[in-house]
């Protein structure tokens, strides 16, 4: 079956850095995206892992093994707006459709 | 500044009303996606179009739910008779199949309250 774990929920401090795991079984796999949504709002793209490895963005980072079907998404210098829940897709196959993780709410403390 | 647009923002209707959501994709995208999103399910495709065909509406419930392009610039989410349990945020996305990395846009959502 299709599958994307992420957890729930995640508590960090302004100006630390936090990585959200996500892990997916699929049974095709072309590229793997973050979005950020804050509440009440729509899902913005934030970054996109296709080969094994990080690609960064800024204070954003997000790292890719195919091999394990795992990703997670670095977030560095923490600021409160960044404060938002982070959805994990991944594109299965070549039909363009993604598959859906559940997302990880992320609380930022001062 | 390219945007996907969505209406109306918010509807409250009764049961068994028929409500009809618009979205407009961006220019130029060739495909569009509707989703439904509550907090208990998270983000659910419910349609899929391409070049305005539609490929896949497994997720979406065909005895009342129905979408369409009649043109490209507009895609319609309708249900008829609309139910307590259909209310949640929709959101339309489109994007450009072929492009790279391919992403998809969001409009805002339409939220839905069906009393």
């Known amino acids: 079956g299709q599958n994307i774990d992420q957890p729930t929920e995640m508590t960090a401090t302004e100006g630390a850095i936090v990585q959200i795991n996500c892990t997916y079984q699929?049974?095709?796999?072309?590229?793997l995206f973050w979005y950020q949504q804050h509440a009440g709002e729509a899902p913005t793209f934030l970054s996109y892992?296709?080969l094994d490895g990080l690609e960064e963005k800024g204070r954003f980072s997000s790292f890719l093994s195919r091999s394990k079907g795992y990703s997670y998404l670095l977030l560095k210098e923490l600021q409160m707006k960044d404060s938002a829940s982070y959805l994990c897709?991944?594109?299965?196959?070549?039909?363009?459709?993604?598959?859906w993780g559940a997302g990880t709410k992320l609380i930022i403390k001062p | 500044d390219a945007r996907v647009t969505q209406t109306p923002r918010h509807k409250v209707t009764e049961m068994g009303q028929e409500v009809t959501m618009r979205c407009q994709p961006i220019?130029?995208?060739?495909?569009v996606f509707w989703y439904r999103q509550t907090m208990m399910q998270g983000l659910e495709l419910l349609a899929y179009?391409?070049?305005?065909?539609?490929?896949?509406d497994s997720g979406m419930p065909k005895d009342r739910f129905s979408a369409e392009m009649p043109d490209a610039t507009l895609a319609t989410l309708k249900i008829q008779p609309s139910e307590p349990r259909d209310s949640a945020v929709y959101f339309c996305?489109?994007?450009?199949?072929?492009?790279?990395?391919?992403?998809?846009?969001f409009g805002p959502g339409t939220r839905l309250t069906v009393l």
């Open positions: 996305a489109s994007g450009f199949y072929g492009a790279y990395p391919g992403e998809q846009f």
């Open positions: 220019l130029g995208h060739n495909t």
């Open positions: 179009f391409r070049n305005r065909a539609p490929l896949d």
């Open positions: 699929t049974s095709g796999f072309n590229g």
């Open positions: 892992n296709v």
């Open positions: 897709a991944v594109r299965d196959g070549s039909n363009y459709q993604l598959i």
